[in-house]
């Protein structure tokens, strides 16, 4: 059985859908409509199967090329830097929506052995968080102290958040599909919060804030380690960093890389364009921004 990722699932097109956009299914690929100025529009669709290079689905596609569609952007869930051979008729981009690097946790070894191939540095932090005596809680009820903790790490490390419905929206939970907030208390206080996605085979780590206060404590090494441990017990096979490169975050990736793991790189984006005129408004329009 293939297993989809979870930005080809229903409950990320219901995602999408909360969020205002129209959501097509062709031949069990989605498509998100993207909308940009002027009433004009692509079609985006992240890590979708390869078949979205094959004749047989760009001729399914003509369909929708009828709507005000200027361009379709896929990126195809294809490890490797090479694409398939039949993507003539795509522009490849140098930049991707969705990280193009990953590191990945296999979530099949035991729990001792997942420690034994930590950075010796991440394992020592982890004991350290137990030791202060952090407690780590989920449930969304803590989407408030999320949000707080949000627009603080964005102000401290100069990044641009999305809106608040925006994480808000994504706290979906079905039979096959749950998107959980987990958070780390010290003193009775919230001081880091995860967005995690547990859909399929993967255990996908989406967003993260903490507080600069009680930095000390090591509360993220130990947020961290028990939603890799709660993968393990629930039965699924890998732990996925989403989002992994040391030149643009030097930070981040070598906290994460303190966990072990595979780092792996995704074939990339590409642009399928319908409207050469407006495609290049839009990408002048993009560098002005």
């Not at 929708?64 to 039949?86: A, C, M, N, W, Y």
């Not at 890799?228 to 629930?234: D, Y």
């Not at 643009?248 to 990736?253: D, K, L, T, Y």
Request: charged content about 30%; hydrophobic content about 35%.
């Amino acid at each position: 059985m293939v297993i989809k990722p979870f930005l080809q699932s229903r409950e990320w097109a219901q995602f999408q859908e909360s969020l205002g956009r129209k959501v097509f299914w062709l031949d069990g690929v989605l498509l998100v409509q993207m909308p940009l100025r002027l009433g004009e529009s692509y079609l985006y669709s992240p890590r979708c199967p390869i078949k979205v290079f094959s004749q047989e689905f760009l001729k399914q596609l003509k369909k929708l090329k009828k709507r005000r569609h200027i361009f379709l952007r896929v990126e195809p869930d294809l490890l490797g830097s090479q694409p398939p051979t039949s993507v003539l008729e795509f522009k490849k981009l140098d930049f991707d929506l969705q990280p193009n690097k990953t590191l990945i946790l296999d979530l099949t070894k035991s729990g001792d052995r997942l420690l034994a191939d930590m950075h010796p540095k991440t394992r020592y932090n982890i004991r350290l968080a137990e030791k202060h005596g952090v407690k780590i809680k989920k449930g969304e009820e803590y989407f408030d102290d999320f949000w707080r903790l949000m627009q603080s790490t964005a102000e401290r490390d100069g990044i641009y958040p999305f809106p608040k419905n925006h994480y808000q929206q994504q706290l979906i939970v079905t039979d096959d599909f749950r998107t959980e907030l987990w958070v780390a208390e010290y003193e009775k206080e919230i001081i880091a919060a995860n967005l995690v996605n547990f859909y399929g085979d993967t255990v996908t780590y989406l967003h993260g804030a903490s507080s600069d206060k009680y930095r000390n404590v090591m509360s993220t090494y130990l947020l961290q380690w028990e939603q890799i441990k709660t993968g393990g017990k629930r039965g699924f096979e890998k732990y996925d960093f989403w989002g992994f490169d040391e030149e643009r975050w030097p930070g981040v990736s070598r906290f994460k890389k303190g966990f072990g793991g595979e780092v792996v790189e995704y074939a990339g984006a590409y642009d399928l364009v319908w409207n050469r005129g407006w495609y290049w408004a839009y990408k002048i329009a993009k560098k002005l921004l």
